[in-house]
């Protein structure tokens, strides 16, 4: 597959599509194993954009396998295998699915985002501005967008199949996916979270807030599943030129979103074409973050 090359949608007769995500296209590979492809589609306002931008499956797949292997002394996760030469057989006969496809570990999902706030922006901000609390957490006055909080928020979200995904307190949070699983999900959410950021922050990146999704395997453990830590997850800001009291400059998807706030559109679908240039410039910062974080090119 050619640096130029995207692929918006998979179809295949030989693979069994069982989900069509935002961005992701599952597939049953046997009874205990799935292949998840990472597609360039972007979604924006929970609206997926018709253009696709380049490389970026590459980059959550790629950013995605090196998070879980530095992040597997903290939390055992969903992935068996990135290498497509050691692919199943069907897998291996379709090329575009090279760098952009893994292997891993079927899992029962809790239907939650565990989200993770460093600092003030986004729903969070909108929340404190209105309550000045997010997520049940009752914040301290005066705090600027993108201030960073006193200490790392744990603010689980709902995990919705279409539509806008909400910010749920803790005890709702406990109610769907039980008091026992909430009390292991919340302290290892932060120290995937603390972690990361500590390093990050070393490399340049702020994390100012994530989400993580987990399940449950066969025998009962919990795994980091899905995505983690990417741009389409996460906010990163340029630690150099963090300043708060207004946006940050990003490496994540923030740069489309921008963009869109200048257009006249309600943010229901159909979402509108990115110019090539928008487009463009966000498959730059996606490999930039890469770079910044792994410290090799993509």
Known sequence: MTAASTVSETTFSDLKLIHRGKVRDVYEIGETELLLVATDRLSAF???????IERKGEVLTALSAFWFNRLASIVDHHLLNTEFEKMPEPVR??????????????????????????????????????????????????????????EPLFAPATKAAAGHDENISEPEFANIVGTETAMKLKPLSLAIYNSAAAYALEKGIIIADTKFEFGL??????????????????????AEKYEPGHAQPSFDKQFVREYLETLDWDKRPPAPALPPDVARATTERYLEAFKILTGTDL
């Open 93 to 150: 006969g379709h090329p575009e699915l090279r760098g952009r496809s893994v292997l891993v570990k079927r899992t029962k999902v809790f239907p939650v985002e565990c989200v993770v706030r460093g600092y003030l922006e986004g729903s969070g901000w909108k929340d404190y501005q209105a309550m000045g609390a997010t997520s049940g957490h009752k914040l301290p006055a005066g705090l600027k967008q993108c201030a960073r909080l006193p």
């Open 217 to 238: 395997d066969a025998d009962g453990r919990i795994l980091l599943i899905d995505e983690v830590l990417t741009p389409d997850s996460s906010r990163f800001w340029a």
């Open 46 to 52: 929970d609206c997926v954009l018709p253009t696709p």
